[in-house]
């Protein structure tokens, strides 16, 4: 398999909320819900850099898409990293999360491995750390 990962899919439980938090939120450039007119389609897409998207689908939807039966949320299963050039930006996107209501876990801070990150969790319980690592160079 060629990796070609350009979409992740976050189950969540209200669409509307969900979207609140991550185009108001957070910031992130979405064209907002589309696909209400099918039945368990409706979806917003979030550009998250070239060629990566990320979506957010009802649970519900997302199950029955998969044939898979709707189970607990978990949020130490997953991670989402969010790679920033400073520990400024660290600081300064965790606050951004705060205040649109993310519930902060891990206060940023200098990590063993010489990088400095926090972790916070979205209105549905997904798990985003942020984190900047001096060992990477980051393409804008």
Do not use: C
């Not at 520990?87 to 205040?99: H, L, R, T, Y």
Request: charged share 25%; aromatic share 10%.
């Amino acid at each position: 398999m060629r990796p070609r990962v350009t979409v992740l899919t976050l189950g969540v439980e209200d669409l509307e909320k969900s979207l609140e938090f991550y185009k108001n939120g957070l910031g992130l450039p979405t064209e907002g819900i589309i696909g209400q007119e099918f039945d368990n389609g409706a979806v917003a897409f979030f550009q998250l850099q070239h060629g990566l998207k990320l979506a957010i689908w009802e649970r519900k939807s997302l199950a029955a898409e998969a044939n898979v039966a709707i189970s607990r949320p978990s949020s130490s299963e997953f991670t989402i990293g969010h790679n920033v050039s400073s520990k400024n930006e660290v600081d300064e996107i965790m606050q951004e999360a705060e205040a649109a209501g993310a519930e902060i876990t891990d206060p940023a801070k200098d990590t063993f491995w010489g990088g400095y990150s926090g972790h916070f969790l979205d209105v549905d319980g997904h798990l985003w750390e942020v984190v900047w690592n001096p060992a990477w160079e980051l393409e804008d």
